[in-house]
């Protein structure tokens, strides 16, 4: 009799445990069910919206625009054949615009963003000429998330005068493409010196900082505003780092005039579709600058901060034309670095 009861409790015990087995089964291959089902309805929307290419500009490009895969049609955003997920990963940057300060580098960096394959970091992070000791890996950390094909860039200005900057970019990626919007360097350094005047009212007139010697009429060619001017002294440093091939030279000027077609060949040296096109500008009189057309979801057209376009000091015309012989040298031997002329008088 007592073999009989234990042979009963194991009988119990163990038909207890496959029905509690038979349950968990049930109820895991339930919820997964499930989860596959939810996910696929709520990614589907997704994928809808990616192919679309819904939206001109889909979304502001680089930081703060979401970190998401901006939608897009374009080729540079096709889904995966193994059905894997959209993913976006923070990389290195493959492009930097490297200078010059008050040249059109934010107008430049505004205009790329409308490209779908273009993720631009909005801020200036510097690294290379202010915080290089905090490593690469922090620097990835401040890059925009991007999809593969798509193009990661930053602008800082400074770059392009900074002496340990070339190297250390090169140390990054001798791959990388770099490019400079130069502009007439005596307007640059009216523009420049407009800009610190509108910090510190205070300081002595342009005339006074531009001379070492007004009577003699010495230029003091280290003052800032006029020293980022000497393209040709900061561009040999790159050349020793980087072919000539590899660094695309923007007119400020004809930024202004023509952005489209300043804009066009920038997106051929970055190997782009000619996406951003004349039908992206308008014009604004009263800045003087082209603006971008009203976006989509937008209810005004989208113009740079008021800090750009500002009215320039006045500066005497004589200095003024004693800094136009000052830079004549500077300027032809740019040119022919350059391979074109920029017609600075």
């Given at each position: 009799?007592?073999?009989?009861?234990?042979?009963?409790?194991?009988?119990?015990?163990?038909?207890?445990?496959?029905?509690?087995?038979?349950?968990?089964?049930?109820?895991?291959?339930?919820?997964?069910?499930?989860?596959?089902?939810?996910?696929?309805?709520?990614?589907?929307?997704?994928?809808?919206?990616?192919?679309?290419?819904?939206?001109?500009?889909?979304?502001?490009?680089?930081?703060?625009?979401?970190?998401?895969?901006?939608?897009?049609?374009?080729?540079?955003?096709?889904?995966?054949?193994?059905?894997?997920?959209?993913?976006?990963?923070?990389?290195?940057?493959?492009?930097?615009?490297?200078?010059?300060?008050?040249?059109?580098?934010?107008?430049?960096?505004?205009?790329?963003?409308?490209?779908?394959?273009?993720?631009?970091?909005?801020?200036?992070?510097?690294?290379?000429?202010?915080?290089?000791?905090?490593?690469?890996?922090?620097?990835?950390?401040?890059?925009?998330?991007?999809?593969?094909?798509?193009?990661?860039?930053?602008?800082?200005?400074?770059?392009?005068?900074?002496?340990?900057?070339?190297?250390?970019?090169?140390?990054?990626?001798?791959?990388?493409?770099?490019?400079?919007?130069?502009?007439?360097?005596?307007?640059?350094?009216?523009?420049?010196?407009?800009?610190?005047?509108?910090?510190?009212?205070?300081?002595?007139s342009f005339e006074s900082l531009a001379f070492k010697n007004r009577t003699t009429g010495q230029i003091d060619s280290l003052w800032s505003p006029l020293w980022i001017g000497l393209y040709a002294q900061h561009m040999e440093r790159w050349l020793a780092w980087f072919p000539r091939t590899q660094?695309?030279?923007?007119?400020?000027?004809?930024?202004?005039?023509?952005?489209?077609?300043?804009?066009?060949?920038?997106?051929?040296?970055?190997?782009?579709q000619r996406i951003v096109t004349d039908k992206h500008f308008y014009f604004n009189k009263t800045k003087g600058f082209p603006c971008l057309k009203k976006p989509e979801g937008s209810s005004k057209p989208h113009?740079?901060?008021?800090?750009?376009?500002?009215?320039?000091?006045?500066?005497?015309?004589?200095?003024?034309?004693?800094?136009?012989?000052?830079?004549?040298?500077?300027?032809?031997?740019?040119?022919?670095?350059?391979?074109?002329?920029?017609?600075?008088?």
């Amino acid at each position: 009799i007592a073999d009989l009861r234990r042979l009963f409790h194991r009988l119990t015990i163990a038909s207890s445990l496959s029905i509690l087995c038979f349950s968990l089964v049930y109820l895991l291959t339930g919820c997964c069910e499930s989860e596959l089902t939810e996910n696929s309805e709520i990614k589907s929307p997704v994928r809808e919206f990616l192919a679309s290419g819904s939206g001109w500009p889909h979304e502001r490009n680089g930081t703060g625009a979401g970190e998401g895969a901006p939608g897009s049609g374009h080729p540079g955003l096709e889904g995966n054949s193994s059905g894997k997920e959209w993913t976006a990963t923070r990389r290195l940057p493959q492009a930097l615009i490297i200078g010059v300060k008050k040249g059109g580098t934010r107008a430049l960096l505004e205009f790329l963003r409308l490209h779908p394959d273009i993720r631009a970091l909005g801020s200036e992070p510097h690294f290379f000429d202010r915080h290089y000791a905090r490593g690469l890996d922090w620097y990835r950390s401040m890059m925009p998330k991007a999809l593969d094909g798509q193009i990661v860039m930053e602008k800082t200005p400074r770059y392009f005068v900074t002496v340990e900057t070339p190297a250390r970019v090169h140390a990054m990626s001798r791959d990388v493409k770099l490019i400079v919007v130069v502009r007439d360097p005596v307007t640059r350094a009216i523009s420049d010196y407009t800009q610190i005047i509108s910090k510190t009212p205070d300081i002595p007139s342009f005339e006074s900082l531009a001379f070492k010697n007004r009577t003699t009429g010495q230029i003091d060619s280290l003052w800032s505003p006029l020293w980022i001017g000497l393209y040709a002294q900061h561009m040999e440093r790159w050349l020793a780092w980087f072919p000539r091939t590899q660094i695309h030279l923007v007119s400020g000027e004809r930024l202004i005039s023509d952005p489209a077609g300043e804009l066009g060949k920038v997106q051929d040296f970055l190997g782009l579709q000619r996406i951003v096109t004349d039908k992206h500008f308008y014009f604004n009189k009263t800045k003087g600058f082209p603006c971008l057309k009203k976006p989509e979801g937008s209810s005004k057209p989208h113009c740079l901060g008021k800090t750009k376009g500002r009215t320039h000091a006045s500066i005497d015309p004589d200095v003024m034309q004693k800094l136009r012989e000052f830079y004549k040298p500077h300027n032809q031997r740019f040119y022919q670095m350059a391979g074109q002329n920029f017609g600075w008088q």
